[in-house]
C-alpha cells in the first residue's frame, strides 16, 4: 500500500507539473503532499507494527492509516481528473512523462466520448432535465486504471519497479 501511495504522488506530481491551470496544479499539488504524508505515516506504523506484534491498538492505527491513504488517492486522482479536464501542457521527452500524458489523453477521450453518446441518446423529463435512472456514470481515472488488464495499462512505471509491472498494476 505504501508503494501503490508513492506511485500516485508521483502519478500527481507529474500532472501538477503539465497543468495548464494554475488552482488545478495548486489543488493537485496540495492533494499529493497530503498523500505523501499519510503513505509515510503508514510505512512508519506498518513498520512499528512488525516489531511490537499483534496488538489491536496498532492493528486498529494501521487500518486507519490504510483508509486514510484510499481517501488521499481518492483526492488526488480527482484532482487529476480537473486536471486532465483544463488542459496538460506538452510533456518533454520523459519517457514516464510520456505515459501519465497518454493514460490521461485516454481518459479525457473516453469522457468525452461518453459525454457525446450521453448528448445524442439523454432521456429528458418534462423539465428538460437529464433522468438519472438508466444512465451511465462517467468514466473516472479511478475505473479507467481498474478496467485495464495489467499487461496492456498504458501508465507510468514504478519507481522500483519489478521486472513487467507498471505503476497500476496493482489495485488499490
Same mark, same amino acid.
Given at each position: 500500500?505504501?508503494?501503490? @501511495? ?5 502519478? @500527481? ?22 498523500? *505523501? $504524508? ?10 512499528? +507494527?512488525?516489531?511490537? @506484534?499483534?496488538?489491536?491498538? $496498532? ?27 483544463? @488542459? ?33 441518446? $439523454? ?12 444512465? +451511465? ?5 479511478? $475505473?479507467?486504471? *481498474? ?26
Amino acid at each position: 500500500m505504501v508503494s501503490d @501511495g508513492q506511485v500516485v504522488v508521483k502519478f @500527481g506530481n507529474i500532472l501538477a507539473k503539465h497543468c495548464l491551470d494554475q488552482r488545478c496544479s495548486m489543488e493537485l499539488l496540495r492533494a499529493t503532499e497530503h498523500a *505523501q $504524508s499519510i503513505s509515510s505515516q503508514l510505512g512508519i506504523v506498518a513498520r512499528v +507494527k512488525a516489531v511490537t @506484534g499483534e496488538s489491536r491498538a $496498532s492493528s486498529e492505527l494501521l487500518l486507519s492509516n490504510v483508509q486514510n491513504l484510499i481517501q488521499a488517492v481518492q483526492h488526488v486522482l480527482r484532482a487529476a481528473e480537473a486536471a486532465c479536464v483544463k @488542459g496538460l501542457g506538452q510533456p518533454p521527452a520523459d519517457p514516464e512523462e510520456e505515459e501519465v500524458a497518454a493514460f490521461c489523453q485516454q481518459w479525457r477521450k473516453n469522457l468525452t466520448q461518453h459525454r457525446a453518446k450521453e448528448a445524442l441518446n $439523454s432521456a429528458r423529463d418534462e423539465l428538460g432535465l437529464r433522468k438519472t435512472r438508466g444512465a +451511465k456514470a462517467e468514466p473516472t481515472l479511478m $475505473s479507467l486504471v *481498474q478496467e485495464q488488464p495489467p499487461q496492456s495499462r498504458n501508465i507510468p512505471k514504478h519507481p522500483n519497479p519489478r521486472k513487467g509491472h507498471t505503476v497500476m498494476d496493482r489495485h488499490l
